[in-house]
């Protein structure tokens, strides 16, 4: 038998909204099912109280600061490398072989599975550099594994600076570090900054890579060098061992909303960028 | 001449830290064999990857079962999610009304940016009952794993594909819209074989995900190191090899795991390098 052009655009139309209505509902019944179980937890003692007997009780301030450290720690260090990598491809390669070796490393970083980083950072600063299980070695295995994120986006935004803006900065006799730091630069932030956003998204999203690097001590940290327990770890283990079901949801509802909230930030950013 | 002194010195900057950059992958490399290399020697290549038993405490170190854990939840993933990311996909570049594509674009970011352990554990208290108490075995299973990873590798395959579509120059769809084709048959006929090296590539990097996810499957996967029989029993992957023994691992057991770490760095690798290829290509 064979089907009508009309027919066949009937149901492959909609076999597609069926999909993407799938997809739809799925999303926003785990949002929504976290959201319900876990914002009845959230008040203001669970976000400033520090975990008491493993989680079960208390709040969990302790791994809210450890998220905060370790996903600084990564930004600041991955930042300067990321955007000066980018710079550096989006301005000054004119093709050819170093240009080729370093997209190809960058987009190789970008597909390494972060349990793969999470056993280079243990091994590399835990164990050789010997800075333990502490907020730095966690923060740097970070800093490795958002490296890709931040040279994509910021080569993207960089590309996206209008050529003529360099040419007229160029026909006024500037430089061209002088284009790059007074003209491309501020027109290319918005477009870095979402990279950068999205990086931080990814840190706090992070459990593999930061529980064989950063521990897992649910003690506050005081300095870079302490152990600590990001949110995602914290969740993972009340999670899996069982230890508070209630604090759990709690755990994942304010992580689900940190992430929304990076999201909109992000978006907002770039939808004013691309004007 | 203090300028062009200044331009050299920038440039030389800008390389310095491209080239510190780029040097993560080589030190990442360099680390993960040295550790690894030697219990490999030690088993020997063959036995380590198609060796059976996985006793660390008796010095029996075969990953086989981990590697046939991988690809089972790997192939299941690709089997219910490709064709709905690719649905997707096509939904949001031809069909998608502005107001949902706004709301679509978004909703798929935030897919992409939730915490792994949010999937698996979502898996763990809504998968895992419901294939134990309809479909039998231990809930625990390739199945569960699939369905979870499924969802998370979506976002990479939707966005992906979406921007191959759109990146295709209009005169295609307007010459198969002028030949009296319908929207359908211009979509499957002339766009998505012109996008086709595009969506392959996304499908692959989808793999890689999938592949490399840990948390979320040792929370479904059950974890067993056995070869499984059916799609309903519980297996052991690389990744959660990894994840669920490092905590406590020392000595030939620790090397152990960064030898299956090199395993999966090289799939990674050749899948990764698989995806350039194709992209590039073009």
Redesign the interface.
């Known amino acids: 038998m064979k089907i009508s052009?009309?027919t066949?655009?009937k149901i492959?139309?909609t076999?597609?909204?069926t999909?993407?209505v799938?997809?739809?509902a799925?999303?926003m019944f785990?949002?929504l099912?976290?959201l319900v179980k876990g914002l009845p937890v959230i008040n203001w003692g669970f976000l400033t109280q520090v975990p008491r007997s493993m989680g079960r009780e208390g709040g969990v301030s302790s791994t809210i600061v450890g998220t905060l450290m370790v996903t600084s720690v990564a930004v600041l260090i991955a930042a300067?490398?990321?955007i000066?990598?980018a710079?550096?491809?989006a301005?000054?390669t004119k093709g050819g072989f170093?240009t080729r070796?370093?997209r190809?490393?960058?987009?190789?970083?970008a597909?390494?599975?972060?349990?793969?980083?999470?056993?280079?950072g243990?091994?590399?600063f835990v164990i050789?550099l010997d800075l333990g299980w502490s907020v730095l070695s966690g923060g740097l295995t970070l800093a490795?594994m958002i490296?890709p994120t931040i040279?994509r986006t910021s080569e993207e935004a960089i590309r996206s600076v209008p050529k003529i803006y360099r040419e007229v900065s160029f026909s006024l006799s500037a430089?061209?570090?002088q284009t790059?730091f007074k003209v491309v630069l501020p027109s290319a932030l918005r477009g870095i900054a979402n990279g950068i956003i999205?990086s931080i998204?990814?840190c706090?999203?992070?459990?593999?890579a930061v529980?064989?690097t950063a521990g897992s001590a649910l003690r506050m940290s005081r300095s870079l060098f302490d152990p600590t327990r990001t949110m995602?770890v914290h969740?993972?283990i009340l999670?899996?061992e069982g230890i508070s079901m209630e604090n759990?949801y709690g755990t994942?509802a304010l992580?689900?909303i940190i992430?929304?909230l990076?999201?909109v930030v992000a978006?907002t950013l770039v939808n004013r960028f691309v004007r | 001449m203090k300028n062009g002194f200044k331009d050299k010195l920038s440039e030389r900057v800008f390389l310095a830290l491209a080239l510190s950059s780029i040097s993560a992958i080589a030190l990442i490399t360099v680390f993960i064999v040295i550790q690894g290399a030697p219990i490999i020697g030690k088993v020997g290549l063959r036995d380590f990857i198609f060796g059976m038993t996985w006793a660390p405490s008796q010095g029996k170190f075969g990953i086989f079962p981990m590697i046939i854990g991988s690809l089972s939840v790997t192939l299941g993933a690709v089997v219910l999610g490709v064709p709905v990311g690719i649905c997707g996909a096509v939904f949001l570049a031809e069909f998608a009304p502005a107001a949902v594509r706004n709301l679509f674009r978004p909703a798929i970011q935030l897919l992409a940016g939730i915490p792994s352990v949010v999937y698996g554990f979502w898996g763990l208290i809504f998968i895992v009952p419901f294939i134990r108490d309809n479909l039998g075995g231990p809930g625990l299973s390739i199945l569960a794993g699939s369905i979870v990873l499924a969802i998370m590798i979506l976002p990479t395959i939707i966005t992906i594909s979406e921007v191959q579509i759109l990146a295709l120059p209009r005169q295609y769809k307007e010459g198969a819209l002028a030949l009296g084709m319908t929207h359908w048959q211009a979509i499957y006929s002339v766009q998505l074989p012109a996008a086709k090296s595009g969506i392959v590539a996304a499908v692959v990097l989808g793999i890689g995900r999938a592949m490399g996810e840990t948390m979320a499957v040792i929370m479904v996967l059950g974890n067993a190191p056995g070869i499984p029989t059916s799609i309903l029993d519980p297996v052991r992957t690389l990744t959660t090899n990894i994840g669920i023994e490092m905590g406590y691992a020392a000595g030939d057991h620790r090397q152990a795991l960064f030898a299956t770490g090199i395993v999966l760095f090289v799939i990674i690798m050749i899948l990764n390098i698989t995806a350039q290829f194709i992209t590039r290509k073009k």
């Open positions: 052009a009309r066949s655009e492959a139309k076999l597609i909204w999909a993407a799938f997809v739809l799925v999303l785990i949002i099912y976290i300067p490398f990321g000066g990598t710079f550096y491809l301005e000054y170093i070796v370093i190809f490393s960058a987009e190789s970083l597909g390494i599975p972060s349990i793969v980083y999470g056993l280079f243990f091994i590399f050789y490795f490296l040279i430089t061209k570090t790059i999205l998204g990814r706090i999203a992070e459990t593999a529980m064989l995602a969740f993972y999670a899996v759990a994942a992580l689900i992430i929304f990076i999201n978006n």
